[in-house]
DNA sequence: AGCTTGTTGTACTGATCGGTACAGTGTGGC
DNA sequence: GCCACACTGTACCGATCAGTACAACAAGCT
């Protein structure tokens, strides 16, 4: 796990996250392939000797970029790390469709369009389910406690209603971005809580 | 739309379509900006000549592979075209399911890998766009038939239920795909019906 | 001061990228 | 037969790719 250099000076993080935060913004638009190491240090204002300093090679990069995603992504819905009740879920969702709705703003998961390019990649691939599953575990954690309070019935399945709230938002961004339509995540996200509430007492 | 050349002889066919071939392979694994013109050519067994004699770059050529992509989608799930009662519905699902249980089958959307790439290349998004629409089309027929008699309530709206349904295939396929478990699939399908079924009268 | 260690700038490599030039071959219509 | 044109093979181009070499700089510690 610890593949990559850690920064032990303040100077040498902010170069660092300098780096990390080019990348993620770059590889957001145009894909893993699509941007190359060169790119990112021009527009970090890095050097290539940096780079290779904090990171083995262009994949460990990559890997930063996903931590980075994922604590990005969590921060803008804080939300999901409060779900005591049904109303918290419905807040979750409107969280992100803030995010969403902003003007010039996201319209499309960093993860999820990294999912499909890295989909093969070995390396990657883990990285990127390991994120997934953090993210739903907060959802799980949420579902849990409703079913504790018993608001949600002992039957149900908090992992797999997780993952089936998961795949909704990830459907709904998917149609969204590529249609700059965001009526296509409102619609999920509610079919989404509706799913979620059938499971009610 | 004419961009690249058609083949005039069966030759020229057979050529044209092994480019596009290897490319549909080698770009459903590695994504478009990962997968190089000399490797599609080199596992075509196609010449540099041919490549930029039926298409004008690059850009083209992945052009003709998310319309093979769409054909390739559409003709594993036949169902689609005979939309006319809700059991065909449940149909069209299980020939999803069935394409991504096959080993060594696919377990991830052709298109919506694309998505997250070219998700904002001016160029190649809207096919992406045109391409789930088509498929969405069929969708939104059925329900229509459904509608006209009288088994889909006519305050309905079958292009919005279409879409939704849209986003619970394209959601329930990514997480499948980096989660190498069809369970997403089978619970976001299974989650998708029973929301159309909610339109009954 | 001097040493150590983290950090940085620049120049470079060989491989590969997308795309072009151009001379050739196959083949159907006359 | 022969001509036109679709098709093909190969060599090549400048640009860019990921990654390396190496010398220099900055700063905390003694």
Redesign the interface.
Known sequence: MEAQAAATTPRGKRTRDAIVDAAAELMY??????TSVDKVLAKSGAGKSQMYHYFKNKEQLVAAVIEHYLERILGNQPAIFELGSWADFETWTEQILDIHRRPGGPI?CPL??????V??NPKL?PL??QA?RKWESYLELGLKTLQDSGELVRSADPA?LA??A???????L??A???HDI??LE??LR??L??LHSFRP
Chains 1, 2 share one sequence.
Request: glycine share 16%; aromatic share 2%; hydrophobic share 45%.
């Open positions: 638009v145009d894909g893993v392939a699509g499309a999820g369009n990294l999912a499909g390019e989909g093969d691939a990127v389910d997934y797999r993952q089936a998961m795949t909704s938002v990830q459907g709904g998917l149609l971005h590529i249609r009526t296509a619609d999920a079919i989404a509706t799913h």
